[in-house]
């Protein structure tokens, strides 16, 4: 096919860049790996394998021999570079064969893979290696296409890809990959010689070539032939037998996933902290506002990367989208039992289908849940594993839609989808995952965090593993520190939402924006502040008014909106204040500043009295003179200082480091982590506390 023949997939070789890789077939590998991996209608994020095989030098010998190269582990098609790639010796792989003691020894030679190593320094070989060593073409393919699995996944999957690819693609029935099923694609190529591809049943697609080009092309015509069958008959059947119910407006949409998410959250996170991720792509509102939502999303999905990543089956909320959601306890009587239901559901699946040797079951929430009408929310360990989940499952639903289309569809048994779930290298591969970081599974909203103390509270936060939430009044410094964090800490770590802590409507707009993009909150850290050194006969009434405003009611209403969602998730969670030391000492010309932080101080007080039975946790951190990067030197702060002290601007520095204990300039970070202090795990049993972080001002000494 030419490239402007192609309408369900993306024709993306560039033969300029292809030149410049003067024939190296492992680049080739890579390019052509990374343009199947770009386009999400071929393969999804983490999904399929690809591989080369060529003649290169034996280390050892200096003689010539046969290597492959496949991606390995754990990798991901659209970002990986060479150093993801597995090399192993080709003769050495089939030579396993002798050893092969049968599918009831299956795992055993996953250990054997070492053996063959042809470089040491490369990834890990995947269980799929020998699914690729066992076919001769130079160049595979192996792909998760929706359109494709729509086919394999279909009751009569193997009759119609006879039929539409004229026996051109051979098929293998669904087994579990490893080294059979290596063995069981070369039987049915010796079978079924000059075929182009093999289907395997509920799983995927294999295609080849004998050149990097001619891999890729034949790939995106066979997925191309499937997508184009696929088109056809939607236009003879409606969709998934037509709508139940319609969904809410957008705007309404929202507002019942703001309310239901924490709750949500709070449930999914019974025994580990989750992050949430929603979506109402209209891919998923047609399916869950279907006829045949009740028959089909009990039935799980298909292929074992959507299945690993969404689990048995959704939870279906059995609640009506146009429900009055806004009170915590009727949301909670409605959906906790629904969660019960799901928890014994699983339970009872782990216990019918275990075995001797299975791992201990695992966490029984659901980690997909549908809401007719509203949406799908998804939730897992971080947010990009959340997001990943519901893109999986996105792709479940287009496989259902594909099949139902074309015939009936087929889920995994529940025994096979078990055994893939609790296999027991699946089991290595997560005992062998780094040890989560402190604040992994936390979501944190630190006000003013665009700038100063509150930028490096956030990235502080951001490195031990929280998701953050930016925000600022400044929309154009909100959206450099935006970018900032995510080239620092990628794309699912944070979010950016403007933030005006005097305004209701503000704050409620961005706890909002932190429930859509995280599914709550855990931390607030009241840091946004102005600051006016003036004398009481110059001090006016503006001026007090605007202090109060920002530093005394802007606490007082960032906490109230969210200790509202702490007690929807039933999570406990940590306020920290940022007050200052002149919430204690009393210095000249800081009646309004001084007085207000005194008011923030108390206040922190009276809430760490208030919510202790909710397991909120109110701390204060009373910084003093940060100077590097602060915004309060801002708008004449620094002026009225060096008057107050009847010093130069210049000498404040110097000046606020001299009058300390301990001579030490206090920098943001030294106040970020005094923060992470209070809420790193360490001090889960302190709450109503005060951390100085001011060099050591003894005027300030709480007594």
Not at 148 to 163: H, L, R, S, Y
Not at 204 to 224: D, P
Not at 503 to 528: C, M, R, T, W, Y
Not at 649 to 672: C, F, G, H, M, S
Request: proline share 4%; glycine share 8%; aromatic share 8%.
């Amino acid at each position: 096919m030419e490239k402007n023949e192609f309408k369900y997939v993306s024709y993306l070789w560039d033969d300029e860049v292809a030149a410049k890789l003067n024939g190296d077939e492992v680049a080739l590998l890579v390019y052509r790996s990374n343009l199947l991996g770009a386009d999400l209608r071929l393969t999804n994020y983490g999904g399929g394998n690809t591989s080369c095989k060529i003649v290169s030098k034996d280390p050892v010998t200096n003689k010539e021999a046969g290597v492959m190269y496949v991606k390995g582990s754990g990798g991901d098609l659209g970002t990986m570079a060479r150093n993801g790639l597995a090399a192993l010796y080709i003769d050495r792989l089939r030579s396993l064969e002798n050893i092969y003691r049968g599918i009831e020894h299956e795992d055993e030679m996953v250990e054997m893979f070492n053996h063959c190593i042809y470089d040491p320094a490369s990834k890990t070989p995947s269980i799929d290696t020998p699914l690729h060593a066992f076919l001769p073409f130079k160049h595979i393919d192996h792909l998760h296409p929706d359109a494709a699995i729509a086919i394999a996944a279909a009751k009569d999957g193997k009759k119609i890809t006879e039929e539409l690819f004229q026996g051109k693609i051979g098929w293998a029935g669904w087994q579990r990959p490893g080294f059979d099923l290596g063995l069981k694609l070369k039987k049915c190529l010796d079978e079924n010689p000059g075929i182009r591809g093999i289907m395997l049943g509920s799983h995927g697609l294999f295609t080849w070539g004998n050149t990097a080009y001619e891999s890729y092309i034949n790939t995106l015509e066979v997925i191309e032939t499937c997508a184009a069958y696929l088109e056809q008959n939607y236009k003879k059947k409606i969709a998934f037998g037509s709508s139940r119910i319609s969904p809410l407006p957008k705007s309404r949409r929202l507002q019942q996933a703001v309310t239901v998410m924490p709750v949500l959250r709070g449930l999914c996170s019974s025994q580990t902290k989750m992050i949430g991720h929603f979506s109402d792509d209209n891919r998923v509102l047609e399916f869950i506002n279907s006829n045949d939502l009740a028959r089909l999303a009990p039935m799980g999905t298909s292929c074992p990367d959507h299945f690993l990543r969404t689990k048995i089956s959704p939870l279906v909320l059995n609640l009506s989208a146009n429900d009055d959601l806004l009170e915590t306890n009727a949301i909670k009587e409605k959906i906790l039992p629904q969660f019960e239901a799901y928890r014994k559901m699983y339970a009872a699946y782990y216990n019918h289908c275990k075995h001797p040797g299975s791992p201990a079951m695992r966490d029984p929430n659901p980690v997909i849940i549908l809401y007719p009408g509203v949406g799908m929310f998804s939730f897992a360990k971080d947010k990009q594993t959340a997001r990943v989940a519901a893109e999986f499952y996105i792709n479940a639903i287009n496989v259902m839609k594909g099949a139902e289309a074309i015939s009936e569809y087929v889920s995994l048994p529940r025994q096979e989808a078990f055994d893939i779930e609790y296999w027991l290298l699946e089991e290595a591969k997560l005992q062998r995952m780094p040890k989560p970081k402190p604040l992994s599974g936390r979501i944190a909203l630190v006000t003013g965090s665009a700038g100063g103390i509150g930028k490096a509270i956030a990235k502080k936060f951001a490195e031990e593993g929280a998701c953050i939430v930016i925000n600022d009044i400044n929309e154009e410094r909100l959206k450099t520190a935006g970018t900032e964090f995510k080239k620092l800490f990628g794309n699912d770590a944070s979010s950016s939402t403007l933030l005006n802590v005097t305004d209701e409507g503000s704050i409620q707009n961005a706890f909002d924006a932190a429930v859509l993009a995280f599914g709550g909150i855990d931390i607030i850290v009241n840091n946004a502040g102005i600051s006016i050194s003036k004398p009481i006969a110059e001090h006016s009434e503006e001026d007090w008014d605007k202090l109060y405003e920002i530093l005394v009611k802007g606490q007082f209403l960032v906490s109230k909106y969210g200790i509202d969602i702490m007690r929807k998730q039933s999570l406990g969670g940590d306020i920290i204040n940022i007050v200052s030391k002149n919430a204690v000492v009393a210095g000249p010309n800081n009646a309004g500043y001084g007085s207000a932080k005194a008011a923030q101080a108390h206040l922190s007080r009276l809430l760490a009295a208030e919510l202790g039975a909710d397991k909120i946790r109110v701390n204060a951190v009373n910084p003093d003179a940060v100077i590097a990067d602060s915004n309060i030197w801002a708008g004449g702060w620094a002026e009225g200082r060096a008057k107050a002290y009847n010093i130069s601007v210049d000498e404040l520095p110097a000046y606020y480091a001299k009058r300390t204990l301990l001579n030490e300039t206090i920098l943001p970070e030294d106040i970020a982590n005094a923060c992470y202090a209070f809420v790193s795990g360490l001090l889960n049993k302190s709450t109503g506390n005060v951390l100085n972080v001011d060099g050591g001002v003894a005027a300030a000494f709480l007594r």
